[in-house]
Each structure stands twice: as C-alpha cells, then as structure tokens.
C-alpha cells in the first residue's frame, strides 16, 4: 500500500530533551515536506526536500531540523523542544515537476505534547 | 493580505443538502489547485486536483476554479454524514512543489 508513514503517532516530552520524529514514504517521491498544524493557523510549512541532500526552509523552520539522506526518509529534529512547539505534525511527500501530481500524499501526524 | 483566505466555519448541513465551499487567494502565479479532506485524528487527503480554471467533477464533489476572480469552490452534492470533516483548499505554482493552504472548513452533515 501506498503510504507516508510517521512515528510516533503520540509523543509528550519535557523541555530540552532532545527528540526525532521518523517520516518514510513508499512511492518513491522526490518531494518531502514536514508541516505543523494549529488551531486558528492551519498548516504551515516547517522544512521541505526536493530530493536527497536538498532540503530547505519552509515559514516556520526556528527550532527544527531536517536531514534526507535517502530517498524515502525524512526525519523531523528537535534539538531542544520548547512547549511552544507542542502541535499536530505531519509529514507529507509527492512527485517533483510537470502536471502529473502536485498533490500530496499525508501522513496520520504526530502529535506532540511538550511540557 | 494572507496568501489563501478560507472561511473556518463551521458549516452544519442536513443530510442530502449541497455544500459550498470556497477561498480566495492573492497570488496570480497559483495554476495548481485542490481540495483535500481531513477526517478527526487523520492527515488530509487529496480530494480533487485541478490544473488552471474550469470544472471538474467526480462522483458527488465538483471543483470550481476561476482564475479571473481568484475564487475556487467546492460543492459537494447530496451530502452524507461520511462527509463530516475539514475541508482544506490548497494551491501552487508549480517549481518548488511549494502549496500552500487556506485554514480548512469544518463541515457536519446531520443526519
């Protein structure tokens, strides 16, 4: 089956306790992308991958971090959570380039809690 | 001006009623446009995809693109309580895959 797969689904953590959530899709994207989302925000974009060894800042990136050493994973980093970074995340991938598929494929999220 | 504006809601319908939703955007450069869903506890899902202006249905749902505007809608015909959900709008111009997205509808179809 098809499918973006993150782990965990529940995390609560104490501040500074450094964590990683896992992200890895089946479908041979190139794209990955990692996003947080907020009552009242919506979606927002933390960091995005092109393909392996790129990635780039989305709008909200202080605090995370990002590698894509293979294609099919992208793991999310918090060096050192705050509560302010308790949110629903999820990752996300899809196709790179032309009309074929700009949508993207979603994760079930992680939600952290961080007290 | 935000990129994509959407409604919140939330939006309460009978069962077998049509439900219209819709957002506006400011950036002219969007051609990429969609509709996912996104059930309690779950990721979105994609919806509909539509590629400059038109129409375009499947089944039940019709999405709406008019670029002049800068309005897109879905319509969602003989609504059923399976469609209790939040319905967020995306869109992109294409190149970096970048989308971006309105704040999502919450949508109950009561029985």
């Known amino acids: 089956e098809a499918q973006v797969t993150q782990n965990p689904r529940y995390l609560i953590t104490v501040t500074g306790k450094k964590l990683t959530v896992t992200c890895s899709q089946n479908?041979?994207?190139?794209?990955m992308s990692w996003y947080r989302q907020d009552p009242g925000l919506g979606l927002r974009q933390i960091y995005y991958s092109m393909n392996v060894e790129v990635t780039d800042k989305g709008d909200v990136p202080e605090g995370y971090k990002v590698s894509r050493k293979e294609k099919r994973n992208f793991p999310l980093i918090l060096e050192s959570p705050s509560p302010n970074q308790t949110s629903l995340y999820f990752c996300a991938s899809s196709f790179v380039g032309g009309r074929r598929n700009y949508g993207y494929t979603f994760g079930s999220g992680t939600r952290l809690t961080v007290v | 001006q935000k990129e994509v504006e959407q409604d919140p809601g939330p939006l309460s319908v009978p069962e077998g009623a049509i439900v219209s939703l819709n957002c506006t955007y400011s950036n002219s450069a969007f051609q990429y446009f969609m509709w996912y869903r996104q059930y309690s506890r779950k990721g979105p899902e994609l919806l509909m995809y539509?590629?400059?202006?038109g129409n375009k249905e499947d089944g039940r749902f019709t999405a709406q693109v008019d670029k002049s505007s800068k309005y897109i809608s879905l319509f969602i015909r003989d609504s059923q309580p399976s469609d209790s959900a939040t319905y967020l709008c995306?869109?992109?111009?294409?190149?970096?895959?970048?989308?971006?997205f309105g704040k999502g509808n919450q949508v109950v179809v009561i029985p």
């Open positions: 995306a869109m992109s111009k294409g190149g970096n895959n970048r989308l971006a």
């Open positions: 479908m041979n994207h190139e794209y």
């Open positions: 539509t590629y400059s202006s």
